[in-house]
């Protein structure tokens, strides 16, 4: 499966911005699916994750309450619905995909990456 994220861009704090990132692949609705973020000088760090099947999600501890993630099979396509946010959520987002990635942790296919920035 191929990946391409879009929908970065320059914001305010507290503003809002959506992550998509559509797939390739006529399997896409049978991989898990995340979010990461690498920042400046830092390692890149979990976000989100969806499981493939019945939606189940799962947070950072930084997104919990501010972040949602979504997926669209029908439209090879998930979501990262970001609202609240901090200058601290700058960083160039990825998304991923594994065939067992939720409970794993391990996922095999990245996008690109698209660069959020969040002014103060």
């Known amino acids: 499966v191929q990946l391409q994220a879009s929908g970065g861009g320059t914001v305010q704090a507290g503003g809002s911005l959506r992550l998509s990132c559509a797939a390739s692949?006529?399997?896409?609705?049978?991989?898990?699916m995340g979010w990461f973020r690498q920042a400046p000088g830092k390692e890149r760090e979990f976000v989100a994750a969806?499981?493939?099947?019945?939606?189940?999600?799962s947070y950072a501890d930084s997104a919990k309450g501010r972040f949602t993630i979504s997926r669209d099979n029908a439209n090879n396509t998930v979501y990262l619905q970001m609202n609240s946010l901090k200058p601290e959520d700058t960083a160039v987002y990825y998304c991923?995909?594994?065939?067992?990635?939720?409970?794993?942790?391990?996922?095999?296919?990245w996008g690109q990456g698209t660069q959020v920035t969040v002014s103060s």
């Open positions: 991923a995909a594994g065939r067992v990635a939720f409970t794993t942790g391990q996922y095999g296919h």
């Open positions: 692949g006529r399997t896409f609705s049978s991989y898990d």
């Open positions: 969806i499981r493939w099947s019945r939606g189940s999600t």
